[in-house]
């Protein structure tokens, strides 16, 4: 059965900390892995890694995929409030088009 | 600007009582999916589309039905809501470049069935 898993669940920590969120997953077929935000609307795309694209960054965020060992980081480094959101993985898999969404990491950073 | 709308964005429903889901895109996207998203589950695939006229089952089907007549809309149907299909519900679209992969995604429509 196809999955992907989080972890952890939640987090809190403070303005400033450095947090590393953590996704593996087991998906016939993979073709890509994609990190989003979510505030309590709509998820927005953060980052996509590929087998030819393992390793993004994009400010503060930065993200490796492990292809070994099915698995991917994503690094927050000096949080900020605004960072307070769920962090979704998801895993392209099969047909395309067909994702696969962990249940979350919920961050808050705390002032 | 981009985007993709749903509707309706908050209903309350009974048992039963068949509704209609729509979404829309302005993007000429090719690729459409619903999900649904329950606390503890994260979000779970419905239904997707690769085109017009070609639609796939995705992890949670049961209960719904979907239709891509043209390109822009993919509608979901609930032919006889029960109160476990309670839930948010978004639409994603995203082109079929394979090196491009960003879905986005609509406002989320939040139904309740009694």
């Known amino acids: 059965e196809d999955k992907v898993v989080q972890s952890p669940l939640s987090l809190v920590v403070h303005e400033g900390d450095t947090v590393t969120l953590n996704c593996s997953y087991e998906?016939?077929?993979?073709?890509?892995l994609l990190w989003y935000k979510q505030e309590k609307k709509a998820p927005t795309f953060l980052f996509m890694l590929t087998s030819s694209g393992i390793e993004k960054k994009s400010g503060r965020l930065s993200s490796i995929l492990d292809k070994k060992e099915l698995s991917s980081i994503l690094n927050i480094t000096a949080t900020q409030t605004g960072d307070s959101a769920i962090y979704l993985c998801a895993v392209e898999g099969n047909t395309g088009n067909q994702f696969y969404f962990g249940t979350g990491t919920s961050l808050t950073v705390i002032p | 600007e981009a985007q993709v709308t749903q509707n309706p964005r908050y209903l309350i429903t009974v048992t039963g009582k068949k509704l209609t889901v729509t979404c829309s895109q302005n993007?000429?996207?090719?690729?459409m999916s619903w999900y649904r998203q329950d606390p503890g589950l994260g979000l779970r695939q419905i239904y997707y589309s690769m085109n017009v006229e070609v639609t796939d089952k995705g992890d949670v089907p049961e209960g719904y039905k979907v239709s891509r007549k043209e390109k822009r809309n993919f509608p979901l149907i609930l032919e006889s809501p029960s109160p476990n299909q309670t839930s948010l519900y978004f639409c994603?679209?995203?082109?079929?470049?394979?090196?491009?992969?960003?879905?986005?995604f609509g406002p989320g429509t939040r139904l309740t069935v009694l």
């Open positions: 994603a679209s995203r082109t079929r470049l394979s090196s491009y992969n960003e879905q986005f």
């Open positions: 993007m000429n996207h090719e690729y």
């Open positions: 998906v016939t077929n993979f073709r890509s």
